[in-house]
């Protein structure tokens, strides 16, 4: 089983930055794909990025130009650096991953962060 553990959440003014960490770690598992979601206070929980595991990306319309997923395949890690951060990227993001245990797929969730972007 695979387990998320999240970092790098704080408060932050608009039109600053923050880079969200995420490190997978378990044995016996194998990753498909790696992301960040977030959910706001109201509202779905909604996907934010997702990087698969042969290097693939994509974004959510509304954070494309500045935000970037990226990953270290050596530590496990995912990285979402947020740039030019706006008041509506207010949320607690989650990490998640897809991954096979055997011959069964699964997906894991981190326990959230929370992004808060104010003056």
């Known amino acids: 089983q695979v387990q998320l553990v999240e970092s790098g959440g704080g408060l932050v003014q608009p039109g600053g930055s923050l880079r969200l960490s995420c490190a997978a770690s378990?044995?016996?598992?194998?990753?498909?794909?790696m992301g960040w979601y977030r959910q706001a206070p109201g509202k779905q929980r909604e996907l934010v990025a997702r990087i698969t595991s042969t290097g693939s990306t994509n974004y959510a319309d509304s954070v494309k130009g500045r935000f970037t997923i990226s990953r270290d395949s050596a530590k496990n890690t995912v990285y979402l650096q947020m740039n030019s951060l706006k008041p509506e990227d207010t949320a607690v993001y989650y990490c998640n991953a897809d991954y096979w245990y055997g011959f069964v797929r699964k997906t894991s969730w981190g326990q959230g962060t929370q992004v808060t972007v104010s003056s």
């Open positions: 378990g044995s016996g598992s194998s990753i498909i794909a």
